[in-house]
């Protein structure tokens, strides 16, 4: 296989209704990692929003067990899980409102069937278009009477890797970057969350500046295709 371009998003794939149970389901696939991501609905919300008129969004994340080469042992609660789950939580309710969901609960499940690295970034990207789904059934079903998404989100990884910035890191070029970010941005270009990580250096403001470019390009692309999924047939 060709190497890619150092802006040059891994192969990208988003299959809408993967399963037929929940209410938004969506197989997302970027290079070798795949993510199952489902989107459940139960009609009541946590105590500290009841009667207040308003729904919830969270999530929960998980690597199988074959997900990597090694067996991943099945963790409950670990620190890293509730991370990644609180980040893609926050991600997905950045653009919903809230206040047009009633009092009910999505829950969002991210299941990471193979990990090569940017398994939160194809999380967020794949659970878009599940809660997508999953708000067109409710409002064709009458539990919501106007459409609540505010704009579309999506995540991307970029790194300093041999002091070049790249795009979408795999787990290769994960380990050995020397700067690691995380990048989740809305359709109208706003950020929800920047996360990065000197692992094995600093980086100056000059390099921030051109590694923010660099992910807002790929997040655009990816913006593209959650569109594209969306226009076209389940499977």
Not at 34 to 60: D, H
């Amino acid at each position: 296989m060709a190497a890619r371009r150092a802006n040059e998003l891994r192969p990208v794939r988003i299959t809408r209704g993967y399963t037929g149970s929940a209410y938004g389901s969506v197989l997302i696939e970027a290079g070798r990692t795949k993510v199952l991501c489902t989107v459940s609905l139960t009609k009541e919300v946590p105590p500290f929003l009841r009667g207040k008129g308003e729904g919830w969004v969270t999530a929960e994340y998980g690597m199988l067990p074959g997900s990597t080469r090694e067996r991943n042992q099945r963790k409950a609660g670990d620190g890293r899980s509730q991370e990644i789950q609180r980040l893609i939580g926050r991600s997905l309710r950045a653009v919903v409102d809230r206040k047009l969901l009633g009092e009910n609960t999505l829950w969002i499940d991210c299941d990471v069937l193979e990990a090569d690295g940017g398994t939160r970034t194809a999380s967020i990207t794949g659970a878009y278009v599940a809660l997508h789904d999953a708000l067109t059934r409710m409002k064709a079903e009458g539990l919501i009477a106007k459409w609540p998404l505010t704009s579309q989100v999506a995540a991307v990884s970029v790194g300093i890797v041999d002091g070049k910035s790249l795009l979408d890191l795999d787990y290769a070029l994960d380990v050995r970057a020397e700067v690691d970010m995380n990048i989740v941005r809305t359709s109208r270009g706003q950020f929800v969350e920047v996360q990065g990580t000197g692992e094995h250096g600093t980086f100056s403001e000059r390099q921030l500046a051109a590694l923010l470019k660099l992910a807002e390009r790929g997040i655009d692309q990816l913006f593209r295709m959650q569109r594209r999924a969306l226009a076209g047939g389940r499977r």
